[in-house]
């Protein structure tokens, strides 16, 4: 099964250059060679997840294997927190692939799009599946600089001007990642991550590494945009294409973001207690200074890019939590409660987000308008559409059954049994804003007076109401990870291999 | 030490770039400054005292060579700067079509 | 847009092959002097750039889009997708592994498959470079019009 591994990374690559070359004659290809390589990696990594992960599975690229004990090779691991986020990034793309069958007609360049599209998702997978320094920073360039190419995709004003400040930041951004790698190789002489894990715990208190864990914090946040690093994702989210756009903001921002975050600080740094402490408080920030910001704006899709930074900021906390308990030697298991809320509200974020920035595309497509004070009354003529945006938008406040409301309470639960009751009493009001926002946009776009300007408003096509239905079904079908029988197969080896640091230098 | 000191330096210039100058290409030409400052810090991490270039030839014996690793570190990451300043360029070319002007202070439709 | 002055035009002539003839070098040598694929690559690319820029782009009749070197540049890189995913096949089967002989040290024709990944290498990364310049040129000559 170790074999299977490098698929992730070949397929997409290799998709997107045939896709120039022979797509110029075959009609049609570039669609059905995504939708293919994204559904055959997407049961892949279902039937890994139903094989059981015990300890991780690791490929040696080239088939380098250890001289003298050092690793010099570069490892792919596969365990249990990579396969969960693999599972989570091939179903949306996916989906939006799959929506974006029907969305990209009203653009010329079909070719180029399928194409950068999986490259985005190949440089995903590279990603969450590496375990070397240096090899996570290729890959993170290679799906970034799709994404800068795909926010510019349809040439308007302002998708340019977007495009243009979130590749100065995210530039930027890139140089610090870089920076923070160049002073752990001076320090370590290696760049493999479980072998800086074993050197990092035998030394102590060294002032060159915690720069470099703040220099990591501020490189890795600015794509994860946390507050004060979010200036680009508003512009930056609204303005692209909506398969692209929930992409970016359901998986992009997390993959590349939160996951290298957690896998770096729980994995392979000995953390302090300071560290932890600026973590969970710029998690706070960003739940705040998202949801306040929120509240006023007009336009859909600016209201949920801002939405974004809320719960992204909720997802550190729980994870931020979990940290801060480990980095004081307190319960454990109240620590893993607190990660488990953190990576379920993940998942669920992905889920609901994506379906939220799909129906919104869905709107825009019919009606070609996304201010909400013009729009209105939509929900007898495009039902599926309504709907399913009327389920994301409970699912993301936290109402029951859906699974947004098990996921809050997880971890508002895990901030009371440590012992944090403002961050719960702060969690439970921002939970309240949450559901403020989003009725105001149910009510605006479709329920209301309608605009009698707008006409031949009809449902959308066929493969747009495929992805939308499976995604509101997949909303509810999620909270039954809840259940203790499923929580075990699939959250368990994720949140073992963060609490649980000698699990994952089995690899060496 | 001092070769830090001024590495530091041109990452300095390289952000004063970015950050004061109104035109976009000087934006750009200050971030690919900023990269190249980067560059150069890699390539002297690896350097180790009284070594010589990492290039094995026939006939001379074991002799104590650099570190290659930082260098083909900064091959790649060469790369990846090429690609990046081609994708920033292009986009600034077709922002100069639409907004009619090179000043980022005009450029500013996205509010809120 | 117009081409430059006859002398730049009968230098550009005499020296352009040569130029081509050292990108070449550096790319087949990459495994014994420094360079390799996307130096020697960077250099071909120079030696087409400065032809476009001698001769100017009313004489070779550009296209709307430029199609030619984007399809080079793609058939680059499946080349060197190709020759990775052969070694599942070949020798110690592990994808991206060295399977060809390795020879004595320092002669041309060594070190396995390095030499042609560097070939492929540099054909992409050269047609990748002139792609870039064409869309710029072509994009000028439409904005201009």
């Given amino acids: 099964m170790e074999q299977l591994i490098p698929l992730y990374v070949i397929l997409p690559l290799g998709a997107a250059f045939l896709i120039p070359v022979i797509g110029r004659f075959i009609k049609g290809f570039q669609k059905t060679i995504t939708s293919l390589v994204f559904l055959f990696l997407l049961a892949l990594s279902i039937k890994f997840i139903l094989n059981g992960i015990n300890e991780p599975l690791t490929y040696k690229i080239g088939g380098w294997e250890p001289v003298g004990n050092i690793p010099i090779a570069i490892y792919f691991v596969l365990d249990g927190l990579s396969i969960f986020m693999l599972c989570i990034v091939n179903l949306i793309a996916f989906l939006s692939g799959f929506y974006a069958i029907s969305y990209i007609k009203k653009y010329t360049a079909e070719n180029n799009f399928y194409a950068l599209f999986s490259l985005m ?61 160049g002073l752990l190789y001076w320090n370590t002489k290696t760049l493999n991550i479980a072998d800086i894990a074993t050197l990092i715990k035998a030394g102590t208190y060294n002032k060159i590494l915690i720069f470099s864990q703040l220099v990591l914090i501020a490189g890795f ?31 992009l921002i997390k993959a590349i973001g939160i996951y290298a975050i957690i896998r770096l600080f729980f994995n392979m740094f000995a953390i ?19 949801s306040l910001l ?8 600016r209201l949920l890019a801002y939405s974004s930074i809320s719960q992204v900021g909720y997802i550190i906390m729980g994870v931020g939590i979990g940290l801060l308990i480990l980095t004081t030697n307190g319960n454990k298991a109240i620590a893993a409660l607190s990660i488990f809320g953190g990576l379920f509200h993940l998942v669920n974020h992905a889920v609901f987000k994506g379906l939220l920035f799909l129906s919104a595309g869905a709107v825009e497509h019919r009606t070609g308008i996304r201010d909400l004070k013009k729009l209105g009354g939509l929900s007898s003529k495009m039902p599926v559409t309504s709907s399913s945006s009327l389920i994301a938008s409970l699912a993301i406040s936290g109402i029951p059954p859906f699974n947004g409301f098990f996921s809050k309470l997880v971890i508002i639960i895990a901030a009371i049994q440590a012992q944090y009751y403002w961050l719960a009493a702060i969690a439970i009001v921002i939970s309240i804003i949450t559901l403020a926002y989003f009725l105001k946009l149910q009510k605006y776009a479709f329920y209301g007076k309608a605009n009698n300007k707008i006409n031949n408003l009809k449902e959308v096509p066929f493969t747009m109401c495929f992805s939308m239905i499976v995604l509101a079904i997949l909303c509810i079908g999620l909270s039954l990870l809840i259940i203790p029988g499923i929580r075990e197969a699939v959250m368990e080896p994720a949140v073992n291999t963060l609490i649980n640091k000698a699990n994952y230098l089995l690899i060496l | 030490m001092i070769v830090y000191l001024l590495c530091f330096i041109l990452f300095l210039v390289g952000l004063f770039g970015v950050l004061t100058k109104r035109n976009v290409i000087k934006i750009v030409i200050g971030l690919s400054v ?15 005292d009284k070594g010589i270039a990492p290039i094995i030839v026939q006939n001379i014996p074991n002799a104590k060579f650099v570190d290659p690793l930082p260098q083909a570190m900064v091959l790649t990451a060469i790369v990846i700067g090429l690609a990046t300043n081609a994708m920033l360029l292009a986009i600034a070319i077709r922002l100069y079509k639409k907004y009619n002007t090179f000043d980022i202070r005009k450029i500013n439709s996205l509010k809120g | 847009m117009n081409g430059m002055t006859p002398i730049v035009k009968k230098v550009t002539q005499l020296i352009v092959g040569l130029i081509f003839l050292y990108g070449i070098y550096i790319i087949t040598h990459g495994h014994l002097t420094p360079g390799g694929g996307f130096a020697g690559g960077a250099v071909v690319a120079g030696s087409f750039v400065l032809l476009v820029l001698a001769y100017g782009s009313n004489i070779l009749k550009l296209k709307k889009r430029e199609e030619g070197s984007s399809v080079v540049e793609s058939l680059g890189i499946l080349l060197f997708t190709v020759l990775a995913f052969a070694a599942i096949f070949i020798g110690t089967k592990v994808f991206f592994a060295n399977y060809l002989p390795k020879g004595v040290i320092g002669e041309l024709i060594s070190a396995g498959v390095i030499p042609l990944y560097n070939i492929a290498v540099g054909i992409e990364v050269a047609a990748a470079l002139f792609t870039i310049f064409l869309a710029l040129v072509i994009y000028k000559e439409e904005v201009l019009k």
């Fill in chain 1, 294 to 301: 929120a509240i006023g704006q007009w336009d859909i899709k």
């Fill in chain 1, 272 to 290: 302090s207690h300071e560290i932890a402490l600026t973590l969970t408080t710029l998690g706070v920030l960003s739940m705040v200074i998202g």
């Fill in chain 1, 121 to 181: 998702v190949a440089g995903m997978n590279g990603v969450i599946l590496t375990g070397d320094l240096f090899n996570l920073f290729v890959f993170l360039e290679i799906a970034v600089i799709a994404s800068y190419a795909l926010v510019a995709f349809g040439i308007e004003k302002e998708e340019l001007e977007a495009s243009f400040k979130y590749q100065v930041l995210g530039g930027m951004a890139s140089l610090l990642i870089l920076f923070s790698i």
């Fill in chain 1, 221 to 251: 946040g600015l794509k994860a945009a946390i507050i004060p690093f979010h200036a680009w994702l508003p512009d930056a989210h609204s303005s692209a294409p909506s398969p692209i756009s929930s992409m970016l903001s359901g998986v």
């Fill in chain 2, 34 to 48: 900023m990269e190249f400052s980067l560059f150069l810090f890699f390539a002297l991490i690896g350097y180790i």
